[in-house]
């Protein structure tokens, strides 16, 4: 079996559905042999990494540990699935000191062990803050660390596909941009229906407005249908786009959706945030531009980004993040 | 993206986590983009193929039915995962009257709704009994119904590797034949351990007696130590195993483990049954050849072998399967 690279990738929260479907998936799609399974649950994360032995995939060389220290070590490529997971009825936002909080060693972490990793994906929630709070502890360049921002839009796509009674590749631009969580903004100019613009759709017998509302509304509420039906967030579609991001760094091939991205220009008027922007994803790592969009989208998502520097904000007050001015010190490359 | 064909696929027991993982399981491998997922359990199965929508598979198709015959209709690949599942401390042959009648059904509806099939796949315990069972009512070929027997032998090569300290691709030849229950055979002699035969190291100061009655017993316990572990039973292996036999009738390019395969012949004494032997697929299905081992191997092979009868004659006795002498005019094949 040929791999993309020999380059280490750390698995964080192995023993969790999200790492231990992402140590298979990542071996599946022959990423790289060198994987190591971290998680502090050790019977999870042993008996997850025992299944990945059962598999018994060509020429995997598969560790696992609950030492932190020795799964970053030298690791080109980190995904942290570790965050205390969103329960039923709770926001994302709920969780946002505790995990916050994880994020911030995590990042420190990565500064001692790891800090050359080629590329860094978070996809503990919400995502804005612990990929923004990662970032600056762990001292790397930008478009080193990316959170998780895909599912929004194939959600988007799915929710179209099937109104539409489409097959879904047939919907194409599906774009949620800004935050993660409720406040989003659903694109929709960006969108086609087997071709034709959504916008010209909207409205008319073929989707109504108080249609689109709530499908816009469905997409809002991320992962709450997932909860909803299967008991249990989602885990499956998290760990296989997160997967797909990494790839594109190590392929070079690209990645198709949206990813949270470190966003500090004043040109745009957003400024020490990480959100969902349109982005691409190369050797080199994350680079974003600005959204295309109608002034109405446009609006929302500066009112998400407003949301988001909120949140930024308690986070430095609970004095888990440093003081904005203070950024530069602690990560010279922000 | 390219898969290896478009022939329909049919995974059933979706909802649940073999199933659920051998959707997305199969979309990365790139089998087939023709996938129905089928569950009576509704909203579970709503959530696992939202979850691949998610993932946004190019070009897949992905349903999913409550509806068997749906499920069925047209497929050409089958696996199912759709038995009860075995809890702590229960044994594989407790769950034997409930999933023979699961078993018995599953075949007459692949007669009914899918009897062109090129490969069905069973997985769920006992999996000698619901194979057998599977295969006699569904008409088809013995060469076409197989049941996954790979994970006592990747257990092994896990286990070994472990107590050598090798990288686990340096442990050959590991094979157990027989019944997939505690009555399996553990072969010594076909293996080797980075070249060395692993019968010249039993008793030696490298792997002594006791340690290696420890190793058999572990692997004849089976998935024990994940459900141990996890808390539950074994899900990614058993759906990456089961996908490769799969992907080896889809791509012609072989599978390296033992499988469960129908034999019934008088040269060998061995009689309308269904057990791991020494097989190979290809694109025309399962063949099995007679396992090459000691005396006292063929031996334990053969009492695996008396054990598996008791049970089918169990089977027989509760009325689930017909008198043997009755088989041939229920499948014309046997």
Chains 1, 2 share one sequence.
């Not at 298979?24 to 790289?32: F, I, P, S, V």
């Not at 932190?68 to 000191?97: C, F, N, W």
């Not at 249609?211 to 509420?221: D, G, M, P, Y």
């Not at 500090?264 to 080199?284: A, C, L, R, V």
Request: glycine share 10%; hydrophobic share 35%.
């Amino acid at each position: 079996m040929s791999y993309l690279t020999e380059d280490k990738l750390a698995i964080l929260g192995a023993a969790g559905a999200i790492g231990s479907n992402m140590a298979q998936a990542a071996l599946t799609m022959g990423l790289t042999p060198n994987i190591t399974m971290y998680d502090p649950y050790e019977p999870g994360l042993q008996g997850a990494a025992e299944e990945m032995y059962h598999c018994a995939f060509p020429d995997a060389r598969v560790s696992w540990t609950t030492d932190i220290g020795h799964a970053l070590q030298g690791a080109s490529y980190v995904i942290s699935s570790g965050g205390a997971p969103r329960k039923e009825g709770m926001t994302r936002e709920d969780l946002l000191k505790g995990n916050s909080e994880i994020a911030a060693q995590l990042g420190k972490d990565i500064r001692s062990y790891c800090p050359n990793a080629k590329f860094v994906v978070i996809i503990f929630n919400p995502a804005d803050i612990t990929g923004l709070t990662t970032l600056i502890y762990s001292g790397l360049p930008a478009g080193r660390v990316a959170t998780l921002a895909a599912l929004d839009s194939t959600r988007l796509q799915t929710a179209l596909s099937q109104h539409f009674s489409l097959p879904q590749d047939k919907v194409t631009g599906c774009r949620t941009y800004g935050g993660h969580g409720e406040s989003m903004a659903v694109f929709a100019s960006t969108c086609r229906i087997d071709g034709r613009p959504l916008t010209d759709l909207i409205g008319s017998s073929e989707l109504s407005d108080q249609k689109w509302a709530e499908i816009s509304q469905h997409v809002r509420q991320g992962g709450k249908k997932i909860i909803q039906l299967r008991g249990r967030s989602s885990f499956q579609s998290p760990s296989h786009q997160s997967l797909l991001m990494v790839k594109a760094v190590m392929d070079g091939q690209g990645y198709p959706w949206p990813c949270g991205a470190y966003v500090d220009s004043d040109d745009h008027g957003f400024n020490k945030i990480m959100m969902s922007m349109e982005t691409s994803i190369g050797s080199d790592g994350l680079s974003w531009t600005m959204p295309q969009g109608t002034d109405s989208e446009l609006a929302d998502l500066r009112d998400s980004y407003q949301h988001l520097v909120k949140l930024r904000d308690e986070v430095v007050e609970m004095g888990v993040l440093p003081p904005l001015d203070e950024w530069n010190s602690v990560n010279s490359n922000l």
